[in-house]
C-alpha cells in the first residue's frame, strides 16, 4: 500500500509521498502519454512521460476489485442456475476513498457498489444493459438534479465513507471470447469451472481488460492495461500488458464512457449542493 501526502479533489491525505498525480478527468490517456516527438516507444509506452505511483496503486487495486467481484459473480450464478438465475453481465461503479480515521494511517482505497441483476432476454446484452441505465440517468435522476448511483443503481456496495470519489466503471461478464454463458453452463461441472472477463474504465482514461480462467486452466488471469500498472517504474506489479488502446468492443466502452460521465455529473451537481449549504449555515 502506497501512503500519500497530496492534494487531490481539493483534500489533503497523509502519508510519504509527495508526488501530486494529475487531475482525474475523462480524457484520452494515449495522448497524455504520447512521447514527445509524436511517436510511441517500442513497447508502447513514452519512458520519459511522468509516472504517478498513486493512479498506478488505484488501477491495481480496481483491477483486484473487478477480479473479487468477478469470480464471485461466476459462483452465485452457478449455483443460482436452476432457482434464480443470474444475468451474466454485472455492473460495478468503482470509488476510491481514504478512510483512516481513528489514529489509523490514511491511505486511498478502491470500493465498489454492484449490481446483479436477475437473468432476464433484456439484459443478456450488455451494451444494452449500460446504455438503459444511461437513459435512466439522464431521464429520471439528473432531470431532478440528483444522481448517486450507489443508492439508485447499485444492489450493495463496500463500506465507504461520505467522502469518497467516482473513479469509474467496471463490467464483469460471463461471456467469454470462446464462449457464451449458455455455453459455458453446458461445460462446466461446478463454480470452479466458470471463467469470466471484465471490462474497466476510468475516470483518468484508463481502460483495463481482465481475462480470468477457471480450475481446468489453473485460474490464469490475462490483464491488458492502457494505463501504467507498476507501482515503482521498471519494477512490475503484477503480470499485465501494455496496450496503446483497447478498442473492442467499440459499443460496450462507449456506453461505459457515457454512464462515467453520468456519475461524475451527478457527483458535481452533489458536490455543488453541499457547498451551498455550507456557506448558507456560514452565514447564519
Same mark, same amino acid.
Given at each position: 500500500?502506497?501512503?500519500?501526502?497530496?492534494?487531490?479533489?481539493?483534500?489533503?491525505?497523509?502519508?510519504?509521498?509527495?508526488?501530486? &498525480? /494529475?487531475?482525474?478527468?475523462?480524457?484520452?490517456?494515449?495522448?497524455? +502519454?504520447? *512521447?514527445?516527438?509524436?511517436?510511441?516507444? %517500442?513497447? !508502447?509506452?513514452? #519512458?520519459?512521460?511522468? +509516472? +504517478?505511483?498513486?493512479?498506478?496503486?488505484?488501477?491495481?487495486? *480496481?483491477?483486484?476489485?473487478?477480479?473479487?467481484?468477478?469470480?464471485?459473480?461466476?459462483?452465485?450464478? @452457478?449455483?443460482?442456475?436452476?432457482?434464480?438465475?443470474?444475468?451474466?453481465?454485472?455492473?460495478?461503479?468503482?470509488?476510491?476513498?481514504?478512510?483512516?480515521?481513528?489514529?489509523? %494511517?490514511? #491511505?486511498?482505497?478502491?470500493?465498489?457498489?454492484?449490481?446483479?441483476? #436477475?437473468?432476464?432476454?433484456?439484459?443478456?446484452?450488455?451494451?444494452?444493459? $449500460?446504455?438503459?441505465?444511461?437513459?435512466?440517468?439522464?431521464?429520471?435522476?439528473?432531470?431532478? !438534479?440528483?444522481?448517486? /448511483?450507489?443508492?439508485?443503481?447499485?444492489?450493495? *456496495?463496500?463500506?465507504?465513507?461520505?467522502?469518497?470519489?467516482?473513479?469509474?466503471?467496471?463490467?464483469?461478464?460471463?461471456?467469454? &471470447?470462446?464462449?457464451?454463458?449458455?455455453?459455458?453452463?453446458?461445460?462446466?461441472?461446478?463454480?470452479?469451472?466458470?471463467?469470466?472477463?471484465?471490462?474497466?474504465?476510468?475516470?483518468? !482514461?484508463?481502460? $483495463?481488460?481482465?481475462?480470468?480462467?477457471?480450475?481446468?486452466?489453473?485460474?490464469?488471469?490475462?490483464?491488458?492495461?492502457?494505463?501504467?500498472?507498476?507501482?515503482?517504474?521498471?519494477?512490475?506489479?503484477?503480470? @499485465?500488458?501494455?496496450?496503446?488502446?483497447?478498442?473492442?468492443?467499440?459499443?460496450?466502452?462507449?456506453?461505459?464512457?457515457?454512464? !462515467?460521465?453520468?456519475?461524475?455529473?451527478?457527483?458535481?451537481?452533489?458536490? *455543488?449542493?453541499?457547498?451551498?449549504?455550507?456557506?448558507?449555515?456560514?452565514?447564519?
Amino acid at each position: 500500500m502506497i501512503f500519500l501526502m497530496v492534494t487531490w479533489g481539493g483534500r489533503v491525505f497523509a502519508g510519504s509521498s509527495t508526488t501530486q &498525480p /494529475p487531475e482525474p478527468t475523462w480524457h484520452d490517456y494515449q495522448q497524455r +502519454h504520447e *512521447a514527445p516527438n509524436g511517436r510511441q516507444q %517500442p513497447n !508502447g509506452r513514452d #519512458h520519459a512521460a511522468e +509516472h +504517478h505511483p498513486q493512479w498506478a496503486e488505484i488501477r491495481n487495486q *480496481a483491477l483486484d476489485r473487478m477480479q473479487q467481484m468477478n469470480a464471485q459473480h461466476g459462483f452465485w450464478a @452457478w449455483e443460482r442456475r436452476r432457482s434464480q438465475p443470474i444475468g451474466p453481465h454485472a455492473l460495478a461503479f468503482l470509488y476510491w476513498d481514504v478512510p483512516g480515521g481513528g489514529g489509523r %494511517p490514511s #491511505h486511498i482505497v478502491v470500493a465498489a457498489a454492484t449490481r446483479l441483476v #436477475h437473468d432476464d432476454p433484456d439484459v443478456r446484452d450488455s451494451h444494452r444493459l $449500460i446504455y438503459r441505465l444511461c437513459q435512466l440517468a439522464k431521464d429520471r435522476y439528473l432531470r431532478v !438534479g440528483d444522481f448517486d /448511483p450507489r443508492k439508485t443503481m447499485s444492489n450493495r *456496495a463496500d463500506s465507504m465513507s461520505s467522502d469518497a470519489l467516482f473513479l469509474g466503471i467496471g463490467v464483469s461478464t460471463l461471456d467469454t &471470447p470462446d464462449n457464451s454463458w449458455d455455453q459455458v453452463q453446458q461445460k462446466a461441472t461446478g463454480p470452479h469451472q466458470i471463467p469470466g472477463r471484465c471490462f474497466i474504465a476510468l475516470r483518468d !482514461g484508463t481502460k $483495463i481488460l481482465i481475462d480470468r480462467e477457471d480450475d481446468r486452466r489453473f485460474g490464469q488471469v490475462r490483464v491488458v492495461s492502457t494505463g501504467e500498472l507498476n507501482v515503482v517504474r521498471g519494477n512490475p506489479s503484477r503480470l @499485465w500488458k501494455w496496450a496503446n488502446s483497447i478498442d473492442e468492443p467499440a459499443a460496450l466502452w462507449e456506453h461505459m464512457r457515457a454512464l !462515467g460521465e453520468l456519475c461524475v455529473q451527478g457527483e458535481n451537481l452533489r458536490q *455543488a449542493k453541499e457547498t451551498q449549504r455550507s456557506t448558507s449555515h456560514r452565514r447564519y
